[in-house]
C-alpha cells in the first residue's frame, strides 16, 4: 500500500517514543529512572475529577457544539481576564489538548510556499505540524547565552524574507524552561509590528508554571497591537495535571478561531463532552491548588539544576518555567560518544537513565530532562549520570 506523501514527511514524536520505551523497561522489570515524560506526576485534583464524574451520571455524554460547550468557553475568556486580557467566549475554541488547537490553526493559515519561524530549541510538534500545512519550518538558533531566547535581531534578518508568513513563541518553554518578560516580549513586539502580513502563535500552555510570580507574561495583554493576528495556545494537560483528558484551547480573531472550529466539526467534532465539565471545575479551581504543585515543581528545579551543574562538564540554566531542565553536555560528545543520541542511548542502557537528545529539539549536545518526577527520584538520577560519566 502506498501511504501519502504527506505522511512519510514527518517522524513519530521522539519525546513520545523514548518515554514508551522507558515506560516498557520499567514493566519489564528494569530499574529505569525516568525523565522523559512531558507531564505531571500529580494526580488531576479532586473536585475536577468529581465534576467528570456528575457529568457523566447527568447524561452530559453527548456530542456538543464544535468548539466547545458555551460554558466552558465563556469560563475561559474569563480566566483570561487574569492575564489582562479581554476577549469573547466566540473567539475561544476547546480542543483535544493544545497540540490539537496548534494543528488546526497550523492547518488553517498556512500552506505550500508559506514560512514558519520556530526559534530552536523547540517543541517538536511545531516542525512536523508545519510540514503537515504543507509550509516550511525555519529553526531559529538559539543558545545557552540569551537563555534560549530569540533576540529581536535576529527575528528582524529572519523577516526580511517575505514568504515568512508566522511566528511560533513558546512562554514557558518545553524544552527549555525559560521565559519571556515583559520587555523582551516588547522588543520582539516592536519588530512584529513591521511586518502586519506575519501570524504569531503564543504557546502559553505552561504559563500558570512560572517561577517569576504570578502568571507568565501574556504576548498580546503586552503588545495589544499584535491582537488581530496572534493566536495564543493554552490548555488543561500541565496546569491541571489533565495530560490524558486531551483538553486544550486557542483564541485569537474571530476569522481564525471559526475557520478551526468548522476544520474541527469534519475532522474530531468536539472534544469529549464529560471532560469539557471537569475543566469547567478546573477554572473554578482556588489558585492555591495550582500555586502548590508549583512550588513543589520549583524545589525541584533547584534541586536537578543543583545537582547537574555540580557534574564535571555540564552546564545547566535555571529555568524560568515549565518542568524542564536542559543542561549542555556538549563537552561528552566528539571523543566520547558520537553525538547526543549515542549519550542518551548509553545512558538509558548504562545507567537507565531516561532523558531526551537535544537534537530532538533541534538543538544538539543537550539533554532535556523532566523534573515532573519525585525529589528521591531527582536525586538518585543526578547521581546515576555522574557516576556513568565520571
Ligand atoms: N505545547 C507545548 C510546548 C507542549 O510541551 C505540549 C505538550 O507537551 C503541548 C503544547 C500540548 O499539550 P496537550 O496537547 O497535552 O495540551
Known sequence: MKLAD????????PTLAISARAKQMVADGIDVISFSAGEPDFNTPESIREAAKRAIDEGKTKYTPAAGIPQLRQAIADDYKKRGRDIEASQVVVTVGGKHALYNATQVLFGEGDKVLIPAPYWVSYPAQVTLADAEPIAVETGLDTHFKMLPEQLEKQLEDPSVKGVILCSPSNPTGSCYSKEELEALGEVLKTREDVVVFFDA?????????????DLVATVPELEDRTITFNGFSKTYAMTGWRLGYAHGPQEIISAMAKLQSQSTSNTTAFAQWGALEALNLDDSVIDEMRDIFKRRRDLIVEGLNAIDGVECATPDGAFYVFP???SFIG?????DMALAGYLLDEAKVALVPGS???TPGYLRMSYATSDELIEKGVARIKDALG
Open 360 to 362: 530532538a529539539f533541534g
Open 335 to 339: 571523543d566520547r560518544f558520537e553525538d
Open 6 to 13: 504527506r505522511i512519510n514527511r514527518i517522524e513519530p514524536s
Open 328 to 330: 549542555d553536555f556538549s
Open 205 to 217: 500552555i505552561y504559563d500558570r508554571l512560572y517561577y517569576g510570580g504570578g502568571i507568565a507574561p
